[in-house]
């Protein structure tokens, strides 16, 4: 839970330094791109580590079927922001991806230590 936590307060904060920096233009897209993967990665941290202290074994199948329900939500997510809201498509998309890449990227570098942790 503590892991989401930094994910939230890393994510606003780079917002705020970002926004800070002249993004106020854009202040909608960047907001709306970080939302959905800062969402994601941080419900799924949740359940990969309840489910890893519970039941290691589950972990596989956890991550396979949330992978799933991720793809369907995060294709959703960009037609409706796109579409229906009408945000401008390179800030948002570049506020997406950024936030894709480095929520993930956290997300691997906390399963790595979690597992090395374990081996201890």
Do not use: C, N
């Not at 290691?56 to 991550?63: E, F, I």
């Amino acid at each position: 839970m503590r892991a989401a936590l930094w994910m939230v307060a890393g994510s606003l904060g780079s917002a705020l330094v970002v926004l800070g920096m002249g993004g106020r233009s854009a202040a909608a897209e960047i907001l709306t791109g970080m939302a959905a993967p800062l969402a994601a990665a941080a419900v799924s941290w949740v359940l990969i580590e309840r489910t890893y202290r519970r039941d290691p074994v589950r972990l596989t199948a956890v991550t396979m079927a949330g992978f799933v329900a991720k793809a369907v939500f995060f294709g959703a997510y960009v037609a409706v922001m796109l579409k229906v809201f009408g945000m401008r498509p390179v800030p948002f998309v570049a506020s997406f991806t950024g936030y894709f890449i480095a929520l993930y990227l956290a997300e691997a570098l906390l399963m790595r230590q979690m597992f090395a942790a374990r081996e201890r």
